[in-house]
């Protein structure tokens, strides 16, 4: 009989971890082609799954947050309004991944 080992990346004390912790806040909440460099600091975050879960679960109106715009959380909240925790659907779809 053999085990599959199940392997849980998610981190709950996230903030700290993330590739705009230290930097200027005031560059998270910008508007227009700002944005788009604001999400390029996103890209390559390790916890960038667990901030975008934050914002989503919380309803953050304003900033980058999970490499996305308020305007694009909001499409996504529409597009699914079935999903009542994105933490749970969120950590669970990274959990699929790393098996």
């Known amino acids: ?3 599959v080992a199940t392997v849980d990346l998610w981190v709950d004390e996230w903030a700290s971890d993330a590739n705009c ?3 200027d ?3 998270l ?4 082609k ?3 460099d604001a999400k390029a600091v996103c890209m390559t975050c ?3 799954v667990q901030c975008l879960a934050e914002a989503l679960d919380s ?3 304003f900033g980058v947050w999970g490499g996305m715009t308020e305007r694009e959380r909001r499409a996504l909240l529409r597009k699914r309004p079935d999903i009542t925790s994105w933490k749970s659907a969120l950590r669970a779809g990274t ?3 790393a098996r």
């Open 1 to 3: 009989m053999s085990a």
């Open 21 to 23: 912790a230290g930097q």
């Open 25 to 27: 806040p005031e560059a």
């Open 29 to 32: 909440f910008v508007r227009g």
């Open 34 to 36: 700002a944005q788009h």
């Open 46 to 48: 390790p916890v960038l």
């Open 59 to 61: 309803r953050t109106e």
């Open 95 to 97: 959990a699929s991944q």
